[in-house]
T-cell receptor
Framework: RKEVEQDPGPFNVPEGATVAFNCTYS??????FFWYRQDCRKEPKLLMS???SGNEDGRFTAQLNRASQYISLLIRDSKLSDSATYLCVVNMDNNNDMRFGAGTRLTVKP | DADVTQTPRNRITKTGKRIMLECSQT?????MYWYRQDPGLGLRLIYY???????NKGEISDGYSVSRQAQAKFSLSLESAIPNQTALYFC?????????????FGPGTRLTVT
């Protein structure tokens, strides 16, 4: 089993749609969780951290379910500019052992 | 100017050649990392360094070596390149004092080994 697994997609949605991505992780001791965004041929950039209580940043909501070992990212009112690959990242040992999922590709169409 | 820079941005080399990828940062971070990204596999950690005197192997260090010449510079070497080292290589930095362990990535080096 991979340490961090994501549905690779692609997710093709119309503008304005709501889309959700899930990510599962294997190490129950993991402490920190993140969503990064990566545009085509560019470097990953932090989108948001994921906190135990769930957190929201504008149209983006991240949630953590420790019991089931998954995190999710919800994007509301999708924009064309949201088209990218979304990487789930898990800090395995609360130090710097970050494991990246392979990413979920999103395309938002007019 | 970018906070994390990588050189070269693209490189084509032949099997058996030695190649060095360089990374420089102006963020003043102690921690630096080298990753490779392959389609369908995500980013995998090759080496990381918590300061100039501290170098650690990552998930896939075989066939690679690194040098931390200064706080701002971290280079990755392929002693004898092979075709399955063809990948996109990213350097990253972080500062644990920033709390969330956010990593800041360079623009990447696309390496092709023929």
């Amino acid at each position: 089993r991979k340490e961090v697994e994501q549905d690779p997609g692609p997710f093709n949605v119309p503008e304005g749609a709501t889309v959700a991505f899930n990510c599962t992780y294997s190490n129950s001791a993991s402490q920190s969780f993140f969503w990064y965004r990566q545009d085509c041929r560019k470097e990953p950039k932090l989108l948001m951290s994921v906190y135990s209580s769930g957190n929201e940043d504008g149209r983006f909501t991240a949630q953590l379910n420790r019991a089931s070992q998954y995190i999710s990212l919800l994007i509301r009112d999708s924009k064309l500019s949201d088209s990218a690959t979304y990487l789930c990242v898990v800090n395995m040992d609360n130090n710097n052992d970050m494991r990246f999922g392979a990413g979920t590709r999103l395309t938002v169409k007019p | 100017d970018a906070d994390v820079t990588q050189t070269p941005r693209n490189r084509i080399t032949k099997t058996g050649k030695r190649i060095m990828l360089e990374c420089s940062q102006t963020k003043g971070h102690d921690r630096m990392y080298w990753y490779r990204q392959d389609p369908g596999l995500g980013l995998r950690l090759i080496y990381y360094s918590f300061d100039v005197k501290d170098i650690n192997k990552g998930e896939i260090s075989d066939g690679y070596s690194v040098s931390r010449q200064a706080q701002a510079k971290f280079s990755l070497s392929l002693e004898s390149a092979i075709p399955n080292q063809t990948a996109l290589y990213f350097c990253a930095t972080s500062d644990p004092l920033e709390g969330d362990y956010e990593q800041y990535f360079g623009p990447g080096t696309r390496l092709t080994v023929t």
